[in-house]
């Protein structure tokens, strides 16, 4: 266990910072230390952002705490749903989470599953208590920096699509999610355009309802 206790997150973030430091150097050979990076840090994984729809909205009309219970609730019923479909939940901001899924069909399942999971919630709520769900999935080759956070093109994408874009009850995904889903017949993807000139393409998910 000593040694095994010196493997954590923090080292992971030493690592980068001391390569990063290097490549600042003059002369520095940025593709082979890019390489470098690529190879201590990339991964393949399906990254979801989720956003809970009218934050300020709500919070003006019914304040922050009750906002913040909203925020507890969501997690209470989307955590069964991210552990049956092997989610990592990386971190939570605000009202948004973060979480990363070896294949992209079990990231979207998930997030239909979410989605299902909020309508039932809501079905005898206040309008003030319901929770209103939007999702950005993205997949690929990423860096992953221990357990503390992620990056890439996906992983910017996946994020302003659940969070900007989405609206409430909706799945966005990339084109790069588009192109590695099985068939399957409960969900259809239609294109959509996102007015973000850095997202290649993206599309909604239609789902069982």
Excluded at 8 to 37: F, G, V
Excluded at 121 to 145: P, Q
């Amino acid at each position: 266990m000593h040694y095994l206790s010196k493997i954590h997150a923090s080292s992971y973030q030493l690592r980068l910072e001391s390569l990063i430091e290097a490549r600042l150097q003059p002369n520095a050979d940025k593709a082979a230390i890019d390489a470098r990076i690529w190879d201590i840090f990339g991964e393949n994984w399906a990254v979801m952002f989720t956003d809970l729809s009218g934050f300020s909205r709500y919070v003006a009309e019914y304040g922050i705490i009750h906002f913040l219970q909203n925020i507890h609730e969501s997690q209470r019923i989307f955590d069964p749903c991210i552990e049956t479909h092997d989610g990592v939940l990386v971190k939570v901001e605000g009202d948004s989470m973060l979480i990363l899924f070896r294949q992209p069909d079990k990231a979207v399942q998930c997030a239909i599953d979410m989605q299902h999971a909020t309508t039932q919630y809501n079905r005898d709520k206040s309008d003030a208590d319901k929770i209103l769900l939007c999702v950005g999935i993205g997949c690929g080759r990423i860096l992953t920096i221990g357990d503390q956070d992620v990056f890439g093109e996906e992983v910017n994408a996946a994020s302003k699509l659940g969070e900007d874009v989405a609206t409430a009850g909706q799945i966005l995904v990339t084109g790069a999610v588009a192109n590695a889903l099985q068939p399957c017949a409960e969900i259809r993807l239609e294109q959509v355009d996102t007015q973000q000139a850095w997202i290649k393409s993206a599309y909604t998910v239609h789902y069982s309802t």
